[in-house]
């Protein structure tokens, strides 16, 4: 059974960091893409960054330079170092699983981790 915890989440100020992490169990599978996204209240969830087993990442470019997504090599853990931190980052963010093999896998969520970027 796949379960993703994630943690980390704070209020910080602008211009801080914050460090997500998200634990991974029963991550089986051969061919896969983590990522993190998040949603802000009364927006639809986005794609933040992802990152795929062999290390490939993308990111969104509003976090461009200032998010960095890694991962552990065996697929257990993938953590989302975020940088100079703005009001417009603030949102629940879900890590995820996204198998890519067999074709049409379904996607595993955690429960979120509030992240709130104010003054």
């Known amino acids: 059974q796949v379960q993703l915890v994630e943690s980390g989440g704070a209020l910080v100020q602008p211009g801080g960091s914050l460090r997500l992490s998200c634990a991974v169990s029963?991550?089986?599978?051969?061919?896969?893409?983590m990522g993190w996204y998040r949603q802000a209240p009364g927006k639809q969830r986005d794609l933040v960054a992802t990152i795929t087993g062999g290390g490939t990442t993308k990111y969104a470019d509003s976090v461009k330079g200032r998010f960095t997504i890694s991962k552990d090599d065996a697929g257990n853990t993938v953590t989302l170092q975020m940088n100079s931190l703005k009001p417009e980052d603030t949102a629940v963010y879900y890590c995820?699983?996204?198998?890519?093999?067999?074709?049409?896998?379904?996607?595993?969520w955690g429960q979120g981790t509030q992240v709130t970027v104010s003054s």
């Open positions: 029963g991550n089986i599978f051969k061919a896969y893409v």
């Open positions: 995820n699983l996204q198998p890519i093999l067999p074709p049409g896998s379904r996607a595993y």
